[in-house]
């Protein structure tokens, strides 16, 4: 199978509210898409070229936008961006939250196979078109809706504060110091998002102090145990990656870039009930979620030892904790003492979302998953500004689906 | 200067008073003395503060106080802000108190938002004159996180680097070194832009006035809020307080259009104030069902009406060129327009890039400045964005000349322009279309 590289790409500002400005779905495309061709170092003749042939194709994740904008065939909006996007073919691809990573393994796998030698990736999400409650009620469409949504205020929230009090009664942890780690988590990954530029979160107030008072007026419970300071938010964006082959690198006579060294997909029961029933002969409370870590290691013969940053889905605190040994920073149930020792923090040995995460970034459902990759490309490149992580080589990430049924990592890493 | 563990906020009862010392207790995770005239007011202002920063954790940060206890808690500050009227010898007056009781390393700052720094330093004997500075936020600073920071001859350079490092690195200020001059830098450019179109309003009377201007300047100009409305939430008597200022003070290019056009002097007479008194150039009118409508005030008829859905050509292609995504589409639209309103909008967006890049370079800010303050001070596309933005279509050196030969005959654009520094900001995010 061939190499994929990874050109370059771009984001939206996550602190856009595109309903505000009166920008619609094909504004937000033409600005990431021109922005990410740019970085990439591509043209439109570039994309007609290797139309010609058939070699290029588009992969967009989306989670609903039927619901939020009433617009189903997402994949055709590309050739609403440039004439250049004439009889490229281009699908929509979904998985809830892990709906970019489902694009980004689909346009791997064309240019592995050698079908393209180009792909352009976009994952994106306008969420700022409903209000916060009708918001609410279609990220139920991520859970089994019938049964865990319908009829029920915010259900994911509540799905992971179950997860929270799942983690306490699946191991020995005492409930205060679990639910400080937690607040440590929230305030790591806001912090880390002050140094990003196009963190939605960059300019809001966050510390330890106030994340670890729940229940106060200004954070106030959201479901279970976990506050507003445990959860991300919903926000308009886009981010864009593009991948290429070997044989396209050299045509266009493009130094190194980085590769994807490896991938995991899994696919958990749907139902959170399930997965918890589905975890007893496990250390791993996420069973599932662990496996999809194992099989990117599998895949690129790498271990957690050779990482050097991780971005995870962090929907909500309770998500990035169970991630710390799923990635194998530490055993199951020991994760408290990679966030108290500092491993975890920006400056730590494993730095964890150095972006600022899903927490500090913001979380438009079907961009994520892209710009977590992108986040990977930067940092492996040196192109991550101000949220650098310093000699950053291999990189992985983890971008899950629902409440973690499905999974998916990719690792990226410099080409050596 | 010391590290900034205990702040004393002087007026922190008024708006910006509340509200920086929100900023100082969050961010700052500082000790703040909040000092009003009332200790039960300023007691119920504790949660107004925290309601603007969004903390309930900063409440143990907060410790109201009154006037009785100024000399503890001045002696016990690393740095004092003062936040009261915009009144010179109540300036001076509390400068002088202050000065009695601020410790050697400690820091004294105003935030006036155009009274002379210099005078009020020479309030403090001269080794405490070294730590004062203007320190001027913009509101609300949650979210405008501009700061001017104005220092005097009398600064020390060292607490100027200490305390601009503090404002950016740990307050996540976007501070902006001014000089002394009057209203600074973003409010002489806003304002000169704001009272022209209010000029222009009086001129344009008969085609509607207020709500005309309004409709040309608008947000699909780049800008969140219209003009003339910014005024009105202003308040008509600050907004008077800061053009006279500039009036009297300052003599450019620009001199003539800082005078305050006589219906607005008629208003400020009926203490119709704005958003603050329910009516201004704006009346807000509140019905029994809870809806409300805006009326604006009819300069010809000189009485209130109801608003106009002014539609001009020009305008709605540009609002849909903006909802689509095609920037350049829409400026090229505007470009090539002849409408009396397209070339007012035009005249007026390339009015403010020259005065910008002029008041800059006049009051001795770095290249950039005016970016910076007028994109986090009023959230307005920044003139160096601006510049670049209409660049992609069309030589803005040759259009400023052809378009506004009066103003190329006062200043030297060749020079204004050249070698203009790219801009850090994008300019899409600041034009909205305004289409649901």
Excluded at chain 1, 150 to 159: E, Q, R, T, V
Excluded at chain 1, 253 to 269: E, F, N, Q, V
Excluded at chain 2, 135 to 164: A, G, R, W
Aim: charged share 20%.
């Amino acid at each position: 199978m061939r190499k994929v590289y990874v050109l370059g790409g771009a984001q939206t500002d996550f602190e856009r509210n595109w309903t505000k400005e009166g920008k619609n779905l094909v504004a937000l495309l033409k600005e990431v898409v021109s922005d990410g061709l740019s970085d990439a170092g591509i043209t439109w003749e570039d994309i007609v070229e290797q139309n010609r042939n058939n070699k290029v194709g588009c992969f967009v994740g989306n989670f609903v936008a039927e619901k939020y904008i009433e617009q189903g065939h997402l994949g055709a909006f590309l050739t609403e961006v440039d004439t250049a996007f004439y009889g490229v073919p281009s699908a929509r691809y979904e998985a809830a939250c892990a709906s970019g990573s489902v694009a980004i393994d689909a346009a791997q796998a064309k240019i592995q196979t050698g079908e393209y030698d180009l792909a352009i990736v976009v994952g994106w999400e306008l969420m700022k078109t409903v209000s916060s409650q009708q918001g609410g009620n279609y990220l139920g469409l991520a859970a089994y809706y019938e049964k865990e949504g319908k009829g029920i205020d915010l259900p994911f929230p509540k799905l992971f504060g179950r997860l929270a009090d799942e983690t306490l009664n699946k191991y020995d942890i005492d409930e205060n110091t679990y639910f400080d780690t937690l607040a440590m988590i929230a305030d790591i990954n806001y912090q880390n998002a002050k140094r990003n530029p196009l963190a939605q979160t960059r300019k809001w107030f966050m510390s330890f102090n106030q994340a670890r008072h729940r229940g106060t007026e200004t954070n106030p419970y959201v479901g279970g145990k976990l506050a507003v300071s445990d959860c991300s938010q919903v926000t308009d964006g886009a981010a864009i990656v593009i991948l290429a082959s070997e044989d396209f690198l050299n045509a266009k006579g493009l130094l190194s870039r980085p590769i994807i060294k490896g991938y995991g997909h899994r696919t958990a029961p749907l139902l959170f009930d399930k997965k918890m029933d589905d975890n007893k002969k496990s250390e791993y409370i996420l069973p599932w979620t662990r496996q999809t870590v194992v099989d990117a290691y599998r895949r690129s013969g790498l271990s957690v030892k050779d990482i050097d940053l991780f971005e995870t889905h962090d929907c909500f605190t309770s998500s990035e904790y169970v991630a710390i040994s799923c990635f194998g920073i530490t055993s199951p149930g020991k994760e408290y003492e990679a966030i108290n020792s500092g491993m975890i923090s920006f400056n730590g040995k494993k730095p964890i979302n150095p972006s600022g995460g899903l927490i500090g970034c913001g979380h438009p459902v079907g961009a994520s998953g892209v710009r977590m990759f992108l986040d990977l490309y930067k940092q492996v490149t040196g192109k991550a500004g101000g949220y650098q992580v310093p000699g950053a080589r291999n990189a992985m990430m983890l971008n899950i689906g629902g409440s973690a049924t499905t999974n998916y990592t990719f690792i990226v890493g410099t080409d050596e | 200067m010391n590290a900034i563990h205990t702040v004393t906020v002087i007026g922190a009862t008024g708006t910006m008073g509340a509200n920086v010392a929100g900023i100082f207790a969050a961010f700052g995770d500082a000790k703040v003395y909040c000092i009003g005239r009332d200790m039960e007011k300023v007691k119920r202002t504790i949660p107004r503060i925290i309601k603007s920063v969004k903390a309930d954790s900063i409440r143990e940060n907060l410790i109201p106080a009154d006037f009785s206890m100024i000399e503890q808690c001045i002696s016990e500050s690393d740095l004092v802000f003062e936040s009261l009227i915009e009144d010179i010898s109540v300036k001076t007056d509390i400068a002088q108190i202050i000065a009695k009781y601020l410790t050697m390393n400690a820091i004294a700052c105003t935030g006036s938002s155009g009274l002379s720094i210099k005078r009020i330093a020479e309030c403090y004997p001269e080794e405490k004159r070294r730590h004062f500075f203007g320190v001027h936020m913009f509101n609300p600073p949650y979210n405008m996180s501009l700061c001017e920071l104005i220092s005097t001859d009398y600064s020390d350079e060292q607490t100027k680097k200490e305390l601009k490092s503090y404002l950016h690195g740990k307050l996540f200020r976007t501070v902006v070194d001014v000089n002394d001059s009057p209203a600074f830098l973003a409010n002489r450019i806003g304002f000169q832009f704001i009272n022209e179109a209010l000029l222009f309003a009086d001129r344009y009377k008969d085609n509607g006035g207020i709500d005309y201007i309004d409709a040309i300047l608008g947000p699909f100009t780049g800008r969140s809020m219209a003009p003339l409305l910014t005024s009105d939430f202003v308040g008509l008597d600050v907004y008077q307080a800061i053009v006279d200022n500039l009036y009297k003070n300052t003599n450019d290019y620009a001199h003539e259009t800082f005078v305050l056009p006589e219906f607005v002097q008629n208003l400020i007479k009926n203490n119709w104030l704005g958003r603050k008194t329910g009516r201004g150039l704006y009346q807000t009118i509140k019905h029994g069902n809870d809806k409300t409508s805006i009326m604006v005030y009819d300069i010809a008829k000189a009485r209130y009406r109801n608003t106009i859905p002014y539609i001009f050509p020009f305008a709605e292609r540009m609002k849909k060129c903006f909802r689509n995504g095609d920037y350049q589409e829409a400026f090229c639209e505007l470009i090539n327009n002849h409408s009396l309103e397209a070339d007012l909008c035009l005249s007026f967006l390339l009015k403010y890039i020259i005065y910008s890049l002029y008041a800059e370079k006049e009051i001795g800010c770095f290249s950039g400045a005016a970016d910076d303050v007028m994109a986090t001070g009023f959230n307005w596309c920044p003139p160096y964005a601006l510049f670049y933005a209409l660049s992609e279509t069309v030589d803005v050196s040759l259009l400023i000349k052809e378009r506004l030969p009066e103003i190329s005959a006062k200043t030297d654009i060749t020079n204004l322009l050249a070698n203009l520094k790219r801009s850090n900001y994008d300019y899409r995010p600041f034009f909205k279309s305004g289409i649901q």
